[in-house]
């Protein structure tokens, strides 16, 4: 097994930019995708293979990559995009799926 | 619309094995390219993943939780299943059951999900 490792709270301003952290220390490195969780509802996918949008989803949401960190990037944030952000990794072969501790977006 | 449905006792007995069963619509298990998911989340806490399995045979367990779960489908009724045995109360959680894709062999998500249906263990 290996770790995913988040920060427990983000903090921004309305229309400032949040960035949120993953770090695994799996290797090789695979892929980072990210879901988005708000109060009573599931988790639904904001981000994966680090940097690609699903289809619906707004493009202030993004992701960047170096080394073994991923960032979620949120620009011009909204007080809608204040969520639980939860980072997840898979091994190569699909046999095993990490969550990371899960990031509290607060809009301030 | 793919669309899932947990259903299941929200209620289970201390040592008892719990069991809840996912409703697939909108999409045919036997389709390749997807393993059927269940994931957990503790009040207040994160996402656990708890498994998942191919409609023909592969089965993968996260192997903090691997020796008390069993994950089934049956594709008659297009729905899987997850049997956790000997619970204690820090199996109280909302459970979720997912698609996961793997059609591309990467990337590896879960891109439907149930509601979720919350457990608690107690006598």
């Known amino acids: 097994s290996y770790e995913v490792t988040q920060p427990p709270s983000v903090s921004v301003y309305p229309g400032q930019t949040a960035r949120?952290?993953?770090?695994?220390?799996?290797?090789?490195?695979?892929?980072?995708?990210?879901?988005?969780?708000?109060?009573?509802?599931?988790?639904?996918?904001?981000?994966?293979?680090d940097t690609e949008r699903p289809?619906?989803?707004?493009?202030?949401?993004?992701?960047s990559s170096s080394g073994t960190t991923v960032t979620l990037i949120i620009s011009g944030v909204q007080a809608e995009d204040e969520?639980?952000?939860?980072?997840?990794?898979?091994?190569?072969?699909?046999?095993?799926?990490?969550f990371g501790g899960g990031t509290k977006l607060t809009v301030l | 619309?793919?669309?899932?449905?947990?259903?299941?006792?929200?209620?289970?007995?201390?040592?008892?094995?719990?069991?809840?069963?996912?409703t697939v619509s909108g999409a045919s298990i036997r389709s390749g390219g997807y393993y059927w998911s269940w994931i957990r989340q503790h009040p207040g806490k994160g996402l656990e993943w708890i498994g998942f399995m191919f409609y023909v045979g592969a089965t993968y367990y996260n192997p903090s939780l691997k020796s008390r779960v069993t994950i089934s489908v049956d594709t008659s009724r297009n729905?899987?299943?997850?049997?956790?045995?000997?619970?204690?109360?820090?199996?109280?959680?909302?459970y979720y059951c997912a698609r996961f894709t793997i059609a591309t062999r990467p990337p590896y998500y879960f891109d439907y999900w149930g509601q979720g249906t919350l457990v608690t263990v107690s006598s």
């Open chain 1, 83 to 98: 969520a639980d952000y939860y980072c997840q990794s898979a091994d190569s072969l699909a046999t095993y799926v990490k």
């Open chain 2, 1 to 22: 619309q793919v669309q899932l449905q947990e259903s299941g006792p929200g209620l289970v007995k201390p040592s008892q094995t719990l069991s809840l069963t996912c």
């Open chain 1, 55 to 63: 289809s619906g989803i707004p493009e202030r949401f993004s992701g």
């Open chain 1, 20 to 49: 949120i952290t993953c770090s695994v220390d799996a290797q090789p490195k695979q892929y980072v995708y990210w879901y988005q969780q708000k109060p009573g509802q599931a988790p639904v996918l904001v981000i994966y293979k």
């Open chain 2, 79 to 94: 729905q899987f299943s997850l049997k956790m045995s000997s619970v204690t109360a820090a199996d109280t959680a909302m």
